[in-house]
């Protein structure tokens, strides 16, 4: 078993140690000690260096030993030393002691417990066991939370025995000694991560979205730099949308809804513009429209790509007011195809689409004077528009 150095001292950033067994290759050691901490209960593992070497993964094993995985072979030589990317460990400690806090926050005032953690590259999350959590919760428990991180609170290792340890925030399966971080006056619980010595190395809070996840509430969080640099990040984004509205910072959220609010009418207006003027088409294309020895009008309107939508059937429908009208509008891509009929043409468009596109593979139907479809190929558009223009 691979003596765990993080165990007690979560500030180690180097050690020497003896390696006891690698692979072949000499890519995957294991040591009679290690200060990396190996991917385990939400945290990732620690990167770094090893006699030089840099380490790609840390694992752990059933049997208790720690493997580091190495991007070249490791020396030769006995005794080597690590050294722990230190800005990637102080982040971890920094989120998970976080977690730790916010975790009993949620929990002592809401009665909310925390089902999982996870700490990500970029964000990190707690799922709780609560259907939903009101924005006002949400503010108050990063307030408190922050509140306790301005109070420098200490955060000590102990260990002790399953049996006799009491006050712990959550309930743990293990047996025998445990590992327990303590948050004085806050919170008690059995863990095996990485943690500052202090609240106050937290740094802040702070909270962003939720989500709703198999029956939880999934709370995103930053802490210490992280959060600062998604602050920063956020306000230099409002900072630009502000100068793009040329309005103050504060206006931005009402400046931005009377803008959508505008922009919603303005696309009212233009789809009811489209549509009149489709419908002015519609009719302009049958006036001119030359009537066929069946003594019915015929147009046919072919696009290369997009859906065949309300401004065509627009048209179409203006095409066919009259009574002695049959328009056909087909789309290559995706291969579908809209019918009309006037209602002098004794054509009901929604029965003979359906027959003409069925035995094609096709799907479609409709109204008798106005049905859509589509067809597994845009080859067959030529065949559909003939089966549907014969009398």
Not at 84 to 107: C, K, N
Not at 239 to 265: C, I, K, N, W
Not at 295 to 313: D, Q, T
Not at 342 to 350: M, R, W
């Amino acid at each position: 078993m691979t003596e765990r150095l993080y165990y007690n001292d979560s500030f180690l950033a180097e050690f020497e140690a003896r390696v006891v067994r690698t692979n072949a290759d000499r890519t995957r050691a294991v040591l009679d000690r290690t200060a990396f901490y190996p991917t385990s209960g939400g945290q990732p593992f620690d990167t770094g260096t090893l006699a030089g070497v840099p380490v790609a993964g840390v694992e752990e094993e059933d049997n208790g030993e720690i493997i580091h995985v190495l991007t070249a072979p490791l020396p030769g030589q006995q005794q080597v030393r690590g050294v722990i990317d230190w800005p990637r460990r102080f982040d971890h400690m920094q989120q998970h002691t976080g977690q730790h806090l916010l975790s009993a926050v949620f929990d002592q005032l809401y009665g909310y417990r925390t089902a999982s953690f996870h700490l990500g590259s970029e964000a990190s999350t707690i799922d709780l066991e609560t259907g939903s959590i009101p924005p006002e919760q949400l503010a108050q428990a990063e307030r408190r939370a922050n509140e306790l991180i301005w109070q420098d609170l200490p955060v000590r290792i102990s260990f002790e025995e399953s049996a006799v340890a009491e006050g712990l925030r959550k309930e743990t399966a293990r047996e025998g000694l445990l590992r327990i971080i303590t948050i004085e006056g806050v919170d008690r619980s059995a863990c095996g991560g990485t943690h500052v010595r202090s609240t106050g190395q937290i740094g802040v809070i702070l909270l962003r979205k939720t989500e709703k996840i198999r029956g939880m509430t999934r709370v995103e969080f930053l802490c210490g730099g992280r959060a600062v640099a998604r602050a920063r990040a956020d306000y230099e984004a409002l900072d630009r949308t502000a100068r793009l509205f040329s309005a103050a910072l504060d206006d931005v959220p009402q400046t931005a809804a009377g803008l959508l609010e505008q922009a919603r009418e303005a696309e009212k207006t233009r789809r009811r513009l489209a549509l009149e003027l489709a419908t002015l088409r519609g009719k302009a294309l049958h006036d001119a429209c030359p009537v066929g020895e069946s003594g019915l009008r015929v147009h046919v309107e072919r696009i290369a790509e997009g859906p065949l939508g309300e401004e065509l059937r627009a048209m179409a429908q203006s095409f066919c007011n009259a009574g002695d009208g049959l328009f056909v509008a087909v789309s290559a891509n995706p291969p579908s195809v809209l019918f009309a009929t006037g209602s002098g043409t004794c054509i009901e468009a929604g029965a003979r689409l359906k027959a003409v596109l069925e035995p094609l593979g096709g799907r479609g139907g409709g109204a008798p004077r106005l049905a859509q479809g589509s067809v597994p190929s845009a080859a067959l558009l030529d065949q559909v528009i003939a089966a549907l223009l014969q009398r």
